[in-house]
């Protein structure tokens, strides 16, 4: 799916670095890396989940009817992004606190998480969800998809959370030697994003098959 796609994605990669690259160096207000992170990746999400899902269903099968649905819904896709930032955010902080109580909360709030990973691509690929309820359907639809095969989402999460240690071994690295990882920040996650967007597309959709074995009659 990728191979076939790629010059579309890596055109995507370019232009959301081109973004945040902008962003950082133009727009003067604290924290603009996170800012530019939190606006940008998410289009790229949305672009490659819609171009994936919409492949592997053979549906919308114009471009004018992808970019539509990319225009549609990449506004629920970056207040979801923003929401599981903050909820992985406040899990990682709650555990390193030590204290037991703090890494029994930690460990819940990131349990949450996980149980959230079909989030951005049920608002990417469902064709029935209304307009103004598609951030609470996201969140319940992927609740439920997570009990139908709970071990691959503890998969896809232990994936994300090493590619988050790889970036952040990644930062060190660049901090020590150039003084600075926003640059590389951008790359890393503009790449990894990518294959990552990809394969939660796949799981959704197979997880959804797996739903309708166990439901069907």
């Known amino acids: ?3 076939r796609r790629w010059p579309l994605f ?11 690259a902008l962003f950082y160096l133009f727009v003067h207000v604290r924290a ?41 819904r990449a506004w629920a896709v970056i207040i979801v992004d923003v929401g599981l930032t903050i909820v992985n955010g406040v899990g990682f902080g709650a555990m390193q606190e030590g204290d037991p109580v703090n890494v029994v909360l930690g460990t819940l709030v990131l349990f949450l998480g996980a149980m959230l990973i079909y989030a951005e691509p049920y608002l990417c690929l469902n064709d029935e969800a209304p307009l103004l309820a598609m951030i609470p359907l996201s969140i319940v639809r992927s609740m439920m998809l997570a009990w139908v095969n ?6 896809l999460f232990a994936l994300e959370l090493a590619v988050a240690i790889a970036d952040l071994y990644l930062e060190q690295l660049c901090t020590h030697w150039f ?12 790449i990894a994003n990518v294959p990552l967007s990809a394969l939660f597309a796949v799981a959704y959709l ?9 439901t069907a009659p």
Do not use: H, N
Request: glycine share 4%; charged share 20%.
């Open 150 to 155: 709970m071990s691959r989402v503890f998969s």
């Open 32 to 72: 603009s890396q996170l800012y530019a992170t939190l606006v940008a990746e998410p289009l790229l999400i949305t672009v490659v989940i819609v171009y994936v899902g919409c492949d592997a269903r053979d549906v919308l099968p114009t471009p004018a009817e992808r970019w539509s649905r990319i225009v549609e």
């Open 206 to 214: 197979d997880t959804l098959s797996q739903e309708r074995k166990i």
């Open 1 to 3: 799916m990728l191979t």
């Open 10 to 20: 890596a055109a995507g990669a370019a232009c959301v670095f081109g973004l945040e």
């Open 179 to 190: 003084k600075t990882a926003v640059w590389a920040d951008f790359v890393f996650w503009t």
